[in-house]
């Protein structure tokens, strides 16, 4: 009975370790097969991204057959054809034209080439809207030689955050008090769809328009009532220090404003 007791015990002991082997191999065999389906970027991922991304700017053609989309990372070109072409690239930093009121975007991928022009000026597009700015693209699709002019309209996109009321906090990073203007802070009321203003100036009404590109914003045509105010009042402060303002900056519910010199207002969300 002994050698049977002997034979049992190691065949048991055997296909103990093959057993053991064999989850060996399945779990070394695991790595080899994750690395098999690392994530890569995928048109539904670059897409995603592009869904994701809020435009600063938007152009059309003349004729409804393109889009033009410029978001912070990427630029988007869309041709209205039988097959409705989309064509991604990278955004690049524009270059400025000798006139200011002109900006060129280059940008080129391995599917095509684009030059886009957009200069400010008045521009009626094909629902007959007038537009601040024309837009002048050329194109040329990698393997053709030939490269397409395309004309159309655009403008920029407010920044939708700064659609709100904003109550001042500082002046030059100074807090301001009550007592240093009539009867309340400062107030802004922003509409981003329509690109104006309204508020409180710490002694007249005030209202006007803005203009913003991505982190850039103006406030022009200030226009004020003209009530008396009293001279220890800062509304002249104020409305100089809103004047001078050219960047913005959003967080923890505040508006930072600025400019390449120094900070000039700081608002408090209040809605």
């Not at 065949?11 to 989850?23: A, D, L, P, Q, R």
């Not at 097969?33 to 600063?56: E, G, H, M, R, Y």
């Not at 990427?74 to 054809?81: C, E, G, L, Q, Y």
């Amino acid at each position: 009975m002994k050698p049977l007791k002997h034979t049992i015990l190691a065949i048991f002991i055997i296909s103990v370790f093959s057993c053991g082997e064999t989850k060996k191999e399945v779990t070394l065999s695991t790595p080899n097969n994750i690395k098999l389906v690392d994530p890569v970027i995928t048109p539904t991922a670059i897409q995603t991204t592009q869904q994701n991304a809020k435009p600063f700017f938007k152009a059309s053609g003349l004729t409804n057959n393109w889009i033009l989309e410029l978001t912070e990372d990427i630029i988007t070109f869309s041709i209205k054809t039988e097959d409705y072409k989309d064509f991604t690239f990278p955004l690049s930093q524009p270059a400025l034209a000798a006139d200011a009121n002109i900006k060129v975007y280059t940008s080129k991928t391995e599917m095509a080439d684009i030059n886009i022009k957009i200069a400010m000026e008045d521009c009626a597009d094909a629902d007959a809207k007038t537009n601040p700015y024309t837009v002048s693209i050329d194109f040329k699709e990698t393997g053709n030689s030939k490269t397409i002019a395309y004309q159309g309209c655009g403008e920029y996109i407010t920044n939708y955050r700064l659609h709100d009321i904003w109550v001042l906090e500082t002046i030059a990073n100074d807090t301001v008090k009550v007592d240093q203007f009539v009867k309340e802070l400062p107030n802004l009321e922003i509409n981003s769809s329509t690109n104006t203003f309204m508020g409180y100036a710490g002694c007249n009404t005030m209202n006007g328009t803005i203009f913003s590109e991505q982190s850039k914003i103006r406030f022009t045509k200030i226009v004020t009532t003209r009530k008396m105010c009293v001279q220890a009042n800062n509304e002249a402060q104020f409305i100089k220090a809103l004047e001078r303002s050219t960047q913005f900056k959003i967080e923890n519910n505040r508006l930072y404003l600025s400019n390449p010199d120094d900070a000039t207002l700081t608002f408090k969300k209040v809605d």
